[in-house]
């Protein structure tokens, strides 16, 4: 809740309360005044927002009370009711801009402001999720790059298709969402890229999740000096906007045509984990669902984004607003959920990709029959230990470089992503216990060690990271290569 929001709330419940001492002490133009001023002071500074609309109400009724007459009296029955109705107009007044709160995203703490544009790629390749067969690939990228000038435009939280989509997921309006035009981020529209050289990170989120709904980690991650391209895997985020103007959401009849009829494939995988087999005694099983369920098809599917993304650096490192901004030997990648298994995948088949992070997804696919030939990092949230726990079987084979197995413990799946800040009740938001301003800074913190000691070559422990963080442990495992 804002500050002029919660003084407004709670100079109109006192009145309300103390209307009858405060009116034969205090004199109504004084009163009428306060009220106004307090109103307009909330509205000029920090505005209107569909979330106070109990709160306004509360006001329009502590006016009429200021101007009714202190000798006008009512019956029992209607006082009493009049009473409810202002303590459950009272709680909505709370409960509406506290669930839905202009939240503050964390501070970086990095040394480098944080700039971002957009880029469409556009691919000569089918695009198999419509049915017009002459349909072509593209989707959009929101670059976050290093910058040295913290002030410019400031970019919009998240975009309007994003927004959109994630209100149509829920069923809300669209204008439901309006009050995130209010949020700080920080960020610097198409501001200018510092003078120097940096790794480049390909992210990609979570399945019909809001492709740009990772602010607090993905600035945090730049501001040490990393060029990310983020990837909105269009029919399958929440939303997409184009330059044009055109707007493409998470497409729910391909959705339900790739999904129908395959969960038999799955029931096996859980009745076996619901048993007392051993782990070598399942696995058979786990393998077969890890290696045919559909999701496969998805994660392999977001892996030849990336990899067209990889493709593409030359070209953008050559010419225009990245030229000679990117340092191209050093290519890694890293995902939230679903685009957490993509960026496992693309790092199997990518050539040029030289680490990868796995942040809280399961990793479907080939990975189960093969092992990685590169460091590799799986950072998972907090999981009870009757978690069905497809990553073990997964990951059975780990690295022949680095592998790390880390966990933040009180975490949620919501927890690596702004959801927490968004909706700030863990029952709604499927976040953990821990304060999401930690999860974020340890997550941030795991992810640019990881990076900094694989693309950067820095001498870092990532052991270390156990007595920094009570929250968090990470085990490393070193593949035959290793030294």
Not at 107 to 122: K, S
Not at 341 to 353: K, Q
Not at 370 to 394: G, I, M, R
């Amino acid at each position: 809740m804002q500050v002029t929001e919660l003084i407004l709330i709670l100079v109109l419940a006192s009145y309300l309360v103390f209307s009858r001492l405060i009116k034969r002490k205090t004199h109504q133009r004084f009163v009428t005044g306060l009220l106004i001023l307090i109103l307009v002071i909330h509205l000029v500074f920090e505005g209107y927002r569909w979330q106070m609309i109990p709160a306004y109400l509360l006001w329009l009724i502590a006016m009429l009370t200021a101007f009714r007459k202190s000798d006008q009296r009512s019956s029992t029955f209607v006082r009493v009711l009049k009473t409810t109705g202002l303590i459950i107009l009272l709680g909505l007044a709370v409960f509406f801009p506290s669930i839905l709160p202009v939240f503050k995203l964390p501070q970086t703490t990095g040394p480098f402001a944080v700039g971002t544009m957009d880029i469409l790629l556009e691919l000569d390749r089918e695009e198999i999720i419509t049915e017009d067969t002459t349909d072509a690939r593209r989707f959009m990228i929101k670059v976050w790059y290093p910058s040295k000038e913290a002030d410019g435009k400031e970019d919009p939280y998240i975009d309007k298709a994003g927004r959109d989509g994630f209100a149509q997921k829920y069923g809300l309006p669209p204008s439901f969402l309006y009050y995130l035009d209010k949020i700080k981020t920080n960020v610097y529209r198409n501001t200018q890229i510092a003078d120097e050289t940096f790794p480049v990170l390909v992210f990609s989120h979570g399945y019909n999740s809001k492709a740009n709904g990772y602010y607090a980690l993905l600035k945090e991650i730049v501001s040490h000096g990393y060029i990310i391209f983020a990837i909105n895997h269009t029919y399958e985020s929440t939303g997409a906007t184009f330059p044009d103007g055109t707007q493409k959401y998470f497409d729910y009849e391909y959705a339900g045509k790739i999904e129908a009829g395959t969960w038999d494939i799955m029931m096996p995988v859980i009745e076996v984990f619901e048993s007392e087999l051993s782990f070598e005694e399942r696995h058979p099983t786990v393998r077969e669902g890890l290696t045919t369920y559909y999701v496969r098809d998805i994660v392999e599917r977001w892996a030849v984004d990336i990899l067209d993304v990889v493709n593409e650096l030359d070209e953008w490192n050559r010419s225009g607003f990245f030229e000679g901004r990117l340092d191209l030997s050093n290519i890694g990648v890293f995902g939230h959920s679903r685009g957490g298994g993509a960026a496992g995948e693309s790092l199997l088949v990518g050539n040029r990709i030289k680490a990868g992070a796995n942040i809280d997804g399961d990793q479907w696919g080939q990975i189960v029959d093969t092992v990685f030939q590169k460091p590799f990092l799986f950072l998972s949230a907090d999981y009870p230990e009757d978690h069905q726990n497809l990553n073990q079987h997964a990951y059975i084979n780990k690295s022949n470089s680095f592998f790390y197995e880390a966990t933040v413990a009180q975490s949620g799946h919501s927890n690596f992503m702004d959801i927490p800040y968004m909706i700030p009740v863990r029952a709604l938001s499927q976040a953990g216990s821990i304060n999401p301003d930690l999860a974020i800074e340890i997550t941030g913190k795991v992810i640019t060690s990881f990076f900094d000691k694989h693309l950067k070559n820095k001498k870092i422990d990532l052991d270390s990271l156990n007595s920094e963080y009570e929250m968090l442990e990470v085990i490393i495992y070193k593949g035959d290569s290793i030294n």
